[in-house]
């Protein structure tokens, strides 16, 4: 019995070290992006505590001003699906037209349309009411998750997975990186500044985006293995043939 486990231990840290550093990274985070999300439902949905929310208003009510409520407006516009419709399908045509990477021009409509199903099927079951006095404007449908910060993680993530893989000088690489987790934390901060959305909704959007980004890229990498192997061997096997022949 106690060699069984033993083995088993081995065998696990055997695994665990063959992961990159890159890989250990993104598995904490998800697993402290899932700890986050299950944290704040509960304490929103089952004990009811508003407090952080109230506080967050509180403290950007501060800072309103003309100025920043049209810096607000842009980044806000940024994260919107009159934004995003058009910069999705123009990475599908980058990719399908100039670099040619057929599985990029694959992944990136299959993680904005499955995103933006998961988003409407999340809002529709936790079916909380937006903040009662927004900023500026009414925004028009349900309030938990924010989908400006869903949305948001799984398209500007996509770029920073992306960027990650693709540019090698070091400098540039996390400029960009950078800049983008940076985007991706305003467009969230925007909504809350507007009161459109509640800073709880805002973090769990980013909770729950960061999760589908991590789960979608994984999968579809998965496939766009197994597919490569199978037309590897589809390709291989008249040569067999012709040998055996």
Request: proline residues 3%.
């Amino acid at each position: 019995m106690l060699r069984r486990v033993s083995k088993r231990v081995k065998s696990f840290w055997a695994q665990l070290a063959l992961l990159s550093v890159e890989m250990i990274i993104v598995l904490v985070l998800f697993v402290i992006a899932l700890m986050a999300f299950v944290y704040i439902t509960r304490r929103v949905f089952v004990l009811n505590k508003t407090k952080l929310d109230t506080n967050v208003f509180n403290y950007l009510q501060a800072h309103v001003s003309d100025r920043n409520n049209d810096i607000m407006e842009v980044f806000t516009f940024l994260g919107t699906h009159q934004f995003l419709i058009p910069a999705n399908l123009s990475l599908i045509a980058y990719f399908l037209f100039i670099r040619k990477h057929k599985w990029y021009s694959i992944k990136v409509p299959a993680i904005a349309l499955s995103s933006l199903g998961l988003m409407f099927l999340l809002k529709g079951l936790f079916d909380r009411e937006r903040p009662t006095v927004p900023l500026l404007f009414h925004a028009k449908g349900l309030s938990f998750p924010s989908g400006h910060a869903l949305m948001s993680v799984t398209f500007y993530g996509l770029l920073i997975y992306m960027i990650f893989k693709s540019i090698k000088n070091p400098v540039l690489k996390w400029t960009l990186i950078s800049l983008l987790i940076i985007l991706i934390m305003i467009i969230g901060m925007s909504r809350v500044y507007l009161r459109v959305h509640y800073a709880t909704d805002v973090i769990a959007g980013y909770c729950i985006g960061f999760l589908w980004l991590v789960f979608t890229v994984w999968m579809l990498n998965k496939i766009e293995k197994h597919s490569k192997r199978k037309f590897n061997k589809l390709v291989e096997q008249p040569e067999l043939n012709t040998i055996r022949a």
